[in-house]
């Protein structure tokens, strides 16, 4: 299931929003504020934000940069005559707009437009009769599912999600475990080494001196 954070101060506004992505089976977060939208960002998990412009106190523009730092997928919420706000929310990398006020089938085009564009929607990578369906965090093989830590499931999301390519050990290191350093490239080699035999897979290639690439 993908979340939504909702950031809009007007109340009737932002529950109309809420109802029309949970009848379809979002989930949602909100946010009254500015500030209480930053500590959502910052503590949850999102897929999309519908970010208002003009909030009190910390206003939409403010909360835009974090948003594409973090490549959260944002459509700006405008009012009628806000075109000047709208050029300069999409000149900031906003994904997307809307203005206000909406149809409901509007606003759940746009969201699944973004969504699909941003590649959220693309939840399961198939590859050797195994399925990696990125939402649920989980891993079948021929159906059964295999338990995987963590940290396994992260090595081979990102090596799925970088299909075909060479990733070097330090690249997985620091992505997966947050480590800058060369020395403990083993944990990638041993993981890498689990996540062989837990899958019965030999399209994780080893590739010299380099890295480790997935096969399709
Ligand atoms: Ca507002």
């Known amino acids: 299931m993908q979340t939504i954070l909702i950031i809009e101060d007007e109340e009737p506004i932002r529950e109309l929003i809420k109802l029309n992505l949970s009848l379809v089976g979002y989930k949602t ?3 009254g504020d500015g500030n209480e939208g930053l500590k959502l960002i910052k503590n949850e998990k999102i897929d999309l934000v519908l970010l208002d412009l003009m909030l009190p106190g910390i ?3 403010e909360i835009l940069p ?3 730092k973090k490549k959260i997928p944002t459509i700006i919420l405008t009012a009628r005559d806000g075109l000047k706000d709208k050029v300069k929310g999409l000149e900031m990398g906003a994904d997307d707009y809307i203005t206000k006020p909406f149809e409901a089938i509007e606003l759940l085009a746009r969201v699944k437009a973004v969504l699909r564009r941003s590649g959220k929607d693309n ?3 198939v590859f050797d009769n195994i399925e990696i369906h990125l939402e649920q965090h989980k891993v079948f093989k021929d159906g059964q ?3 995987l830590t963590y940290k396994e499931f992260e090595l081979l999301r990102l090596l799925a999600e970088n299909m075909g390519m060479v990733m070097s050990r330090e ?3 620091q992505l ?5 350093y060369e020395g403990y490239t083993r944990t990638v080699d041993m993981h890498i080494q689990r996540l062989r035999n837990k899958l019965g897979t030999d399209k994780i290639k080893t590739i010299y001196k380099v890295g480790y690439r997935l096969e399709a």
């Open 29 to 31: 977060l909100e946010a």
């Open 66 to 68: 974090e948003l594409i």
């Open 123 to 125: 939840s399961v990578i």
């Open 145 to 147: 599912e295999v338990e």
């Open 59 to 61: 206003d939409g523009f």
């Open 176 to 180: 997966v475990w947050d480590y800058d």
């Open 171 to 173: 690249k997985l290191l």
